[in-house]
């Protein structure tokens, strides 16, 4: 009796549930390189490399452990290039009478799989991917009955029942959130630590190759591909941020600066979404650092609510809302995606330089992605469903699981609210409150009409403007529909004038400059 056991490129963990209670005389190990998974968005270079390199590594060692594994690639010219023709393939291969997965991250594959037992005949048994802190069923349970779903409350139960940062029923600390302590820029006097950069070895280089020559037309640079494939060198990135990063994390969360791509952030967002690394064991080396008093609290407990908070909140609001949420535009957003997102090509620095970035290292920090290209796309009125395909394509870690709900619901406020209790909407100001971008801008931040005047600025009251009769009766809202409303009508007509002019250019190429070599972080 051969069981084939599953395992999807998001899903190199060994103790995945679908490997256990494996029998190694007769089960096979199934992993599939694949055309459709490779191309259901234009993926980043280094995105594509990173999970097929990963994946043959990881292939590699269950063998050496002795698991037999059938691991079928790209160029098979007998691969049929899908989830459900290779699973069918192999069935007949080895003469399967069992299908043993553990559940998908994502909707689509979910459609696929739940119909295997039926179309192919076979025994399917899908199990729960245990490696996330809440289950789907938990998530659902915690949900039930509410109108909104808000982080904070959900991220204090997980804290009481993962025990982490606890004293018995109370938080370390004598509170939950920390977050007052840390909105800091950067001053200049600090200057963050360098990143470890795994050099690719020959399987990864094979596999560099290969993408280089399939996939030439996808987004981003490939030549500087330094991710970790393997779960060793996973564990050595981590180690860094914990010794170098950790301790000042809290502190420059929110801050940016020209030439400085990570800052003090973790980097492992790409190896804990493939399975390299495990939610779990990332809060504990956390915790751990707290309590031998190398990291300190703000530091910790910011760090620990992304994972436990943010990242399980994302996943359970997906599943919960799937597939349904994907759908809804409440600003009625239908402008298309400018060029620029693409290609950096903008007099607005701060744009320029996210983008160019993420080109070059398929990644990009969590306000930079909210605060720069998201409050741009949310501001300027950019079509929902352009904007994710984007993101879903650019960063290496990149899921529909978790990038919808940041996009859809963080950034863009298409779910009118589910999510966040306001649109994360920021003028100029905010981004040169947090960044030195604005010192080297064409535009000028401190102004809000006229040629020079910051986009940014122009926008944000156009948003205020066009949006008033879905958003000012929120009380959130509040500060900004009493500036509006002392408003005249003329400097309103002038904004109005001023903000579509630009809109106009940036779709024309008008408003496109070129914008150069940015400084890498290398
Ligand atoms: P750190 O700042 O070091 O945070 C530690 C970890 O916490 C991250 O590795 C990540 O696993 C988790 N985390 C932090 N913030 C979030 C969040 N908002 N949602 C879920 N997990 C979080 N994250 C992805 O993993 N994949 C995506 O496709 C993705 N798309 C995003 C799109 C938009 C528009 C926005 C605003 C955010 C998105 N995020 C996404 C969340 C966040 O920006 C990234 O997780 C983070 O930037 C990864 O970098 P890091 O590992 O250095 O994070
Ligand atoms: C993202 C991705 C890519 C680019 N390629 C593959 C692949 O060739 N084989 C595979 O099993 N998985 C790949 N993945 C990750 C899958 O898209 C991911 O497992 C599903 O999104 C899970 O729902
Ligand atoms: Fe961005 Fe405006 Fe600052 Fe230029 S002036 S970097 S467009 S916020």
Redesign the pocket.
């Known amino acids: 009796m051969t069981a084939l056991r599953l395992i999807l490129g998001d899903q190199l963990t060994r103790d995945l549930s679908a490997l256990d209670g494996l029998d190694p005389a007769n089960d096979i190990v199934l992993m599939m390189e694949l055309q459709d998974e490779t191309v259901y968005a234009p993926h980043h270079k280094q995105k594509i490399t990173l999970i097929l390199s990963a994946m043959r590594h990881f292939a590699q060692e269950l063998r050496a452990q002795g698991l037999l594994v059938d691991y079928v690639t790209l160029d098979d010219p007998a691969n049929t290039g899908s989830f459900t023709g290779e699973v069918a393939r192999a069935i007949t291969r080895h003469q399967a009478s069992r299908v043993i997965a553990t559940e998908p991250s994502e909707w689509r594959v979910w459609e696929m799989m739940r119909d295997w037992g039926e179309a192919l005949s076979i025994d399917l048994e899908i199990r729960d991917d245990d490696r996330f802190l809440c289950s789907r069923a938990r998530f659902a349970r915690w949900a039930e009955g509410r109108k909104s779903y808000r982080m904070e409350f959900f991220y204090r139960e997980m804290r009481r029942e993962s025990g982490l940062l606890m004293e018995g029923d109370e938080p370390v600390g004598g509170q939950w959130n920390f977050d007052h302590d840390n909105r800091k820029s950067l001053p200049a006097s600090v200057t963050p630590p360098k990143r470890t950069r795994f050099a690719p070895d020959a399987i990864t280089q094979e596999v560099m190759a290969l993408v280089a020559q399939r996939f030439a037309s996808h987004f981003g640079d490939l030549v500087t591909f330094g991710w970790a494939v393997t779960r060793e060198d996973a564990l050595e990135a981590l180690d860094h941020?914990i010794t170098s990063c950790l301790p000042l994390?809290g502190d420059y969360?929110d801050a940016m600066k020209q030439g400085e791509a990570?800052l003090f952030?973790?980097?492992?967002?790409p190896y804990?979404?493939c399975g390299l690394l495990t939610p779990r064991e990332i809060c504990v080396a956390a915790e751990r650092a707290y309590q031998k008093g190398h990291a300190p609290l703000n530091a910790v407990e910011g760090?620990i609510r992304?994972?436990l908070g943010?990242?399980e909140y994302?996943r359970g609001l997906y599943w919960q809302q799937m597939p349904h949420y994907a759908r809804s535009n409440a600003l009625e957003a239908h402008r298309p995606l400018p060029q620029c997102y693409w290609s950096g090509n903008t007099k607005m620095n701060c744009m320029a330089q996210v983008v160019l970035e993420t080109r070059a290292n398929a990644?990009?920090?969590?306000i930079q992605?909210?605060m720069v290209?998201?409050n741009f796309a949310l501001l300027a009125g950019l079509d929902p469903h352009e904007v994710e395909e984007w993101?879903?394509a650019v960063?290496a870690?990149?899921?529909e699981w978790?990038?919808l709900?940041?996009?859809h619901g963080?950034?863009l406020f298409a779910d009118g609210g589910l999510l966040a209790s306001k649109p994360y909407a920021a003028s100029g100001a905010y981004i040169d409150r947090m960044s030195d971008y604005c010192s080297s801008c064409t535009y000028d931040v401190r102004q809000k009409t006229g040629p020079n005047a910051c986009p940014f600025n122009l926008l944000y009251w156009r948003f205020m403007i066009v949006n008033e009769g879905r958003l000012a009766k929120n009380p959130r809202m509040a500060m900004p529909y009493r500036t509006l409303a002392k408003m005249t009508q003329e400097r309103r007509d002038t904004i109005l004038q001023e903000a579509d002019a630009f809109l106009e250019a940036l779709a024309t190429g008008a408003e496109a400059r070129a914008t150069g070599q940015i400084t890498l972080d290398l």
Do not use: K
């Open positions: 941020f994390y969360q990570y952030h973790s980097v492992i967002s804990l979404n760090f992304q994972i943010w990242r994302v990644y990009a920090h969590h992605r909210l290209t998201g993101y879903l960063y870690d990149a899921y978790v990038e709900p940041n996009t963080m950034a």
